[in-house]
């Protein structure tokens, strides 16, 4: 019997940073050159963040990263308060977390379909088709006006909350218990976009609920308006980093004069030269007047090693203790224009 | 002198791929091994979708394409009628083409900003400001509904045709012209969202004009339906691929039984070790029903030097003639649900 | 003062992989997708090669390693008997771990060097006119014959064994005295090299020093016939990695029937798309009868961050405990032919 | 019938760049950004260095080159005096260029093989048996004393010369007849290796022939020292760059106080960020003395796209034209030491 075999059998848990001291390895790699000294940087970074009790935290998510492993460890950040809003690509959230939510995956499955980047092959048809349809009879229930996807996701978690999720941890759930608004800039790009679709088709001719991404940039500026201190801890790139660090740029043009993000940590494996954002660099923002430089740093490595060493640092050196919730989705809630 | 500032002073000039042919070099190429050999094959595989009169061409495109000098191949593609529909990420059309075509940046300006990659970074604040008050005023024109991105860049080309576009060739005019539909589905993730991000501010509590993103994918489903044999070009990854691979998915689930997109190329130099979606294989896009893996090929190179060649070889081949617009954009005003 | 500033300021320490564990957090990652799972798939490979007494560890060395901050891992693989042999670039054990054994270079100032990708830039002329001196002088002793890099580090070790090393750990000391065989296939190309041809330029016309590669690939191979269970731990590709596992065939060639590698994990963030060998897959190498594919596996991941991750691990899971030195460096030098 | 199998069998033919121009393509990605503009500047740089008749061309090999259809260009450069000196690693000079020389695999074959990547796999062990045992043979027709592999490359040339090479274009036969030195700094890394393993084992206790890596470098030095104005084309990286950029400071170790070299270019896929030299950036070398930054350019691209249009643009320029051999090979050997 191989090493595979055994492996796969073995029994599934996803990633727990609260359960183990990572801070004497990461420290040790702050001794050294290169991505480890990296990794330690952005660490301390994301430890002054939750120390700095001005400073909101807004999480980026771009790539494959819940059905990786990464599930528990972003709903521990929000249990924990170590995040105060989240932007993601459509996938993480609708069709990785929610799906998960909803039952229609274990996540010995799950896991075991993605070893060989074969998760989107394997879904059931039939499985499928309860998301959509899930998604479909949640916006069938709305008023049909447009949407922020922020609402849209609140709307989601709210239907978790009252029909009951089914799997231990889910950012979509935990978000909407703590008040942490999740924005997905291109929300009809992902399995949300099939219901969505569904439902407009469907409402032919007549008021239709429609995703409005105006709205999702204007409701994250109105947090930075709000709230003047900001750091950015961005896994991947694509739209969720580039969202992000704009609404310093929006509220200048709304006449607020505020202060670029303070703090700016990026995980990524692209890279500087292919001529796409993903990769440019946290510099690049800074001119620009995004990002502060004295405490940015970019990390490349692959997300699934870094972010539990970075995230677990954090953890165990307890600077979130006595961090509450800004309660910032029931904020932009009543201010709703 | 060096060779860098002789460089500089060189006369500029957006690449014309229709004046001297590169059938020779990349047939050369298709003896070679690695990726010469992948890019003769998607070059060849492109002339096969011109020449399959059934084929509608979507271009998918992803990074700083437009500035970095390939405008000109673009505008020549659309007037050429080798391409019928454009899906992009806001940057291309709106901070590249649109800027540019409101004269705010002569090309040499731009492409000399462009070479040390501080394009975002020395734009002035002013001029910066003519183009979101451009973007704010078409958009207070608009009757107050949800739009899709489709719909609010044809405003946007509308815009130049009657003002007068300051530059010489223009996506969003060409297109606009040639009733080429351009979808954005993260429009507001560009310097858009400054404008309707404050055209929404300006109307606060009464009826604004929104962007639906649900609107456009469900837009780009429609066309998949109407048109079932289709072809994709995707430069770069990103959202604007995983949109245009999702809409057969989409028109299964609207309960049309369209086939696979039939031919797929794509250039990139993103990883497919990192987990996100830029980098994921055509294999993948194929298992899970989106792609035919008969006609398909990745190319590994950056676009400035792989677009060139194929859309030249493409040209040179001359199997584009004949080739009429499909008219897709008015198409879909036509049936406007 | 920024965070940058007092990182720098804070004591350096190679990093110290028998002080804490990191089993839980590999163990964890082992529950993860993409390079988490590899990375603890890779750990347990290695722990598997030390609790298989019949296997022998070929360490592979490519990249800057010993300055990053791993020398005192691999110094304490030596001490504890969890390598072999090695083989590594010449810059590894030359210009980083016998240039500062000679005391050249403290550790401050060597890690700071180090930081910004400067190492190379700042060494004092006089100090490298040290370090070729030195080998210049153990050249001028020996007897003029060819060597296989293997015997002439042999007698850097022994140099520095008489002379005093002035660091707390020296691979090149710490080797000679496990009687662990060190072999750089291309050592000319380090600063090895500087003394090397000083010392044939000054011996004009009379019998030289020379060094022999063909010696070095003979011995290699002599030891996988002595022992035909093997392992290979990589870091980085190049020569090291291919040297290493043409031993297999070279056995062949000179009669013996030799098994594939058993065991064999490699650690890179070489592309395998670039045509060059680093990025080439252990598949390959299985194919062509160099490596079994039963326990094999490449982690995508800069070495600083992997290295101290896996070492840790197998070095707390004490696999190795009860392995002794297999003395392959005094066996080779024995049987001289 | 696919696409694919059509191209398997279309006759092959190694890229033959002194047929078409590729001048106006090159040109025109001069006012482009990124890649595109970075090539075409090594390329006006590459005409710069055959224009400056003090200069001497030094062509750095490393990936698999050969066999991926670049022998032709490579064979054209010599026999148009295009480049006067090659440092290479041992795979593309015998694994490669002489396997294929010696007829043992026709043209259509190995690329076939190539295609997928399987070339090493699938040649046939009695075939590679030839080619070990003709390099075992021409081992036993030297005198037994240390070689540089400079030299034991011209005994192979020799050998072609005399039994005559079963392929039109041949590296080492191309060099051989024209006096251009060939450098495998390690040398013994390839499958020259096995022959001369073979041959070492069974002179057991007997004079033996030996591959002096130390009098590679001095040679090497030594052109330096005579030809004091010198370019790099360095196609990846490894050891042949790092040998080549270091004859510089090796020259200055013997007391020769030579300028830098004058001209670089590197084409390379290799991330600047792995800690390894072959993506180390030029400007790194020019801080130390290596190479000047007035001339240099790094080509983020595979080898199989850029080779051909750099070379072929600086053919069709015929700047080269009046170059003659230097005789670098045949002058080496009359200063024997």
């Not at 075999?5 to 702050?30: C, N, Q, W």
């Not at 510099?283 to 990390?299: F, L, P």
Request: proline fraction near 3%; include cysteine.
């Amino acid at each position: 019997m191989t090493v595979k075999s055994e492996f796969l059998k073995a029994p599934i848990e996803h990633v727990d940073i609260t359960r183990d001291s990572v801070v004497p390895i990461v420290e040790a790699m702050g001794q050294m050159a290169y991505s480890a000294r990296d990794l330690h940087r952005a660490a301390t970074i994301y430890d002054r963040m939750l120390r700095d009790r001005e400073c909101g935290v807004i999480l980026c998510l771009a790539g494959s990263l819940i059905s990786a492993g990464l599930k528990r460890v972003f709903a521990d950040m929000i249990r924990n308060h170590m995040v105060d809003a989240i932007v993601s690509t459509g996938a993480n959230i609708v069709d990785q977390d929610f799906f998960e939510a909803l039952g229609l995956l274990d996540d010995d499955k799950l896991r075991e379909l993605h070893i060989d980047r074969i998760y989107d092959t394997l879904i059931d048809e039939d499985e499928l088709r309860v998301c959509d349809e899930t998604i479909h009879k949640i916006t069938d229930t709305l008023d049909p006006r447009p949407y922020s996807s922020r609402e849209f996701i609140g709307e989601m978690g709210k239907y978790l909350a009252e029909t009951g999720a089914k799997t231990g941890a889910s950012i979509v759930l935990e978000a909407y218990r703590e008040e942490v608004p999740i924005f997905c800039p291109a929300f009809s790009d992902c399995s949300a976009g099939f219901g969505l679709v569904a439902h407009q088709a469907a409402r032919h001719g007549k008021p239709k609920v429609s995703l409005d991404s105006a709205k999702d940039f204007y409701e994250l500026t109105r947090l930075k308006v709000k709230n003047e201190s900001t750091g950015l801890f961005m896994i991947g790139g694509g739209v969720p980093k580039n969202f992000a660090q704009d609404i310093v740029v929006a509220a200048e043009v709304l006449g607020h004069d505020v202060p670029m993000h303070k703090y700016a940590i990026q995980i990524t494996v692209a890279d500087v030269r292919d001529g796409a954002l993903s990769g440019s660099t946290l510099k690049e923002a800074s001119s620009w007047g995004k990002v502060d430089t004295t405490y940015e740093q970019m990390v490349y490595c692959e997300a699934t090693i870094a972010v539990p060493l970075i995230v677990g640092y954090a953890y165990h050196k307890r600077g979130w203790e006595g961090r509450t919730s800004r309660k910032w989705s029931s904020s932009l809630d009543k201010d709703e224009v």
